[in-house]
């Protein structure tokens, strides 16, 4: 079967390669499938390449990967869906192809993402596994009714099977990542990236990830690990990696396993990782800066003691200081990101936090106003509870909670305290 995987993601925002695509690749069969990729991140001209593409290669089978439904960024909000629906129609309009579409941008709200993008399936979740399986399907004419994760259209209304999480990640072949440039990606400011282990156990209040990627971590053995930054090195020529697990220090023990194998293969290469304050100590930061750790980011979201425990972020305003005040001490460049506007959300919550930060020495920071709301959260119940949305908004489009304490004036006042250091921001910069 001729199988044509574009991934849509064109939000330069330190581009991040197309990992969960090069991973799903990856595990297909490339003796019995001719496969290409069509990865848009760079197109200066999308619809244009996506038609050469399916006019020289004649697709069978279009799988479509979408990541982002938008820049979470409520100051300048950019949203992605509308391009990404007018490619899938593109393709339906020069192909017969068969159209399944996946990624973490159609996890967030599959059915509303089904509805609004209309392919011929769709995959929630981890996609490695079930794509591989419906390919077998449909090129020998067997039913695929019963794979989980899948959505399709049927004469009653869409359908969508229960997602299954992979619990054996070192079962999975390697991303394919030799099917991207990974050179532009270096080039344009992006790291190479790769994951430890998927899940999360804890309970922010903002957050789906427990409910998209499972309440457990499901990880990676540590030699598995080090095996992929080896071949990163050595195949793509990377000289720095972001680990993009939710938190790379819990469990303790096993990241220290981890930086452990890293430190026996001699690498080159540095990365970066996101750690949790309460899970932090001297003995694993040497251990990662050992092993080339060299950026850590801290996603502590508030400096005040009672925004940590709205948001619920199972640490305290003392852990996040010490983790900080440790992070200088060992000369250990890190960077913070907040979230303004939770619900509670002052003047008195908002002057601690900014008294917090004066103190600190971050190399950046990086200020949000307002969290994007998701479906399947506690925030989003509180949203439902004070009629900022509706109980029934699938919450596809982007909608923002913002504390009605703070938002008349917040930008303004976040704005000068901005003003009063070169390395503080105000907009969302993830990716």
Known sequence: MKLLFISVNRFKAMPPMPL???????????????????????????????????????????????????????????????????????????????????????????????????PDFGIVGEGELVFRELVERIERNIDWSDLSGLVWRTPQGITANPPKLIEDLDSLRPPRRDLF????????????????????????????????????????????????????????????????????????????????????????????????PAFMNRKLIELMRDSGCGVISLGCESGSERMLKTLRKDFTREQLQKACELLEEMQISYVLSLLVGGPGEDRETLEETVDFLDKRAPLFLDMCIGIRLMPDTALREIAVQESVISADDPLLEPKFYISSHVKDWVADYLKDACSRHNNWTLGHLRS
Not at 21 to 32: F, K, P, Y
Not at 35 to 40: E, H, K, Q, S, T
């Open 20 to 118: 969960g695509l090069a991973s799903v690749i990856a595990q297909l069969d490339d003796r019995r499938h001719e496969i290409r990729v069509l990865d848009l991140m760079f197109s200066n001209h999308p619809e244009a390449d996506v038609k050469s593409a399916l006019s020289s290669f004649s697709p069978d089978l279009i799988g479509i990967s979408i990541r982002n439904v938008d820049n979470q960024c409520s100051l300048n909000m950019e949203y992605f869906l509308p391009e990404a629906k007018q490619l899938i129609q593109l393709c339906r309009s020069n192909s017969d192809a068969t159209v399944v579409i996946g990624g973490s941008a159609f996890t967030v709200s599959p059915i509303a993402a089904f509805e609004y993008l209309e």
């Open 181 to 276: 440039d990974s050179q532009h990606y270096f080039e344009q400011g992006g790291m190479a990236n790769m994951v430890t282990k998927q899940g999360c156990p804890f309970r922010c209040l903002y957050c789906d990830g427990p409910q998209k990627m499972g309440p457990r971590w499901r990880m990676k053995s540590p030699e598995r690990v080090a095996d992929e930054l080896e071949s990163l090195e050595k195949d793509t020529g990377a000289t720095v990696v972001f680990f993009t697990d939710a938190i790379f220090n819990h469990p303790p023990g096993y990241a220290e396993e981890v930086c452990q194998a890293i430190s026996r293969r001699g690498l080159n290469l540095h990365w970066v990782a996101g750690l949790h």
